[in-house]
């Protein structure tokens, strides 16, 4: 009996020891498991970091290292008719696309063509007449025109006073100042004269001797009724 009750507690001892070894076991390799995963997560962490790490840098070093294109630009006058422009030069545009914009006003289509003609400007922005009649003087080394930019003329007739009533008949008899002789301005108030029944040689007086961007001084100092304005 005695020798019965003590085989019983042996096996039940080696049972629990049994059981422990592998609950042991078992703590072990989940332990190691754990920390086999967290060192794999780490580590991929560790290279999604670097890979963004590496593309942000490529992609500074690939903008910096981006070499730009001068250009010299000469416009024919600084108005709020060229806003778009402007609001591109100010966004950083021209740079997105490679070019560093050097922008000049010339302030007049005349001494425009002459920056061109002469190398100082790359591009001239004014109007289509300077090209015409740089060609019909047979220069041999004539500019061309190659945009678009705008469609309608920003200019504007300017009075004294205000004229509610304003028609087209209201200029016969005055003194306007239209600016330079064959200057777009001035070409296309004698358009609007023309379409609307005004001779501009016979029904008014048009004072061309003054340079466009020099009418809105004259204007104020008293010379002339009527003034044409750009935008």
Known sequence: ???????????????????????????????????????????????????????N???TTGASDKELISIRLNEVAHSIFYAPMYAAIEEGYFEEEGI????????????????VLSG???????????SIYTYNEGANDYVVNFAQLTQRAGNFLVARE???????????????????KGGMPEMVFEYILKENGI????????????????TGAAFAEGQGDFTVESA
Do not use: H, Y
């Open 1 to 55: 009996m005695k020798k019965r009750l003590f085989t019983l507690l042996l096996a039940a001892s080696l049972t629990a020891l049994a059981l422990l070894g592998c609950t042991k076991e078992t703590a072990q390799e989940s332990s190691t498991n754990a920390e086999t995963s967290e060192s794999t997560e780490t580590t991929g962490n560790a290279e999604t970091d670097n890979d963004v790490k590496n593309s």
């Open 57 to 59: 840098s490529d992609s």
């Open 120 to 130: 100082e400007a790359d591009i001239g922005f004014m109007g289509s007449e300077s």
């Open 199 to 214: 001779d501009p040689a016979a029904d008014l007086e048009i004072n061309q001797s003054i340079d466009f961007g020099s």
């Open 100 to 115: 560093a914009l050097d922008l000049t006003c010339g302030f007049g289509a005349d001494k425009v063509m002459t920056a």
């Open 162 to 180: 205000e004229m509610p009533e304003f028609t087209w008949n209201d200029l016969k008899g005055k003194n306007v100042l239209g600016g330079r």
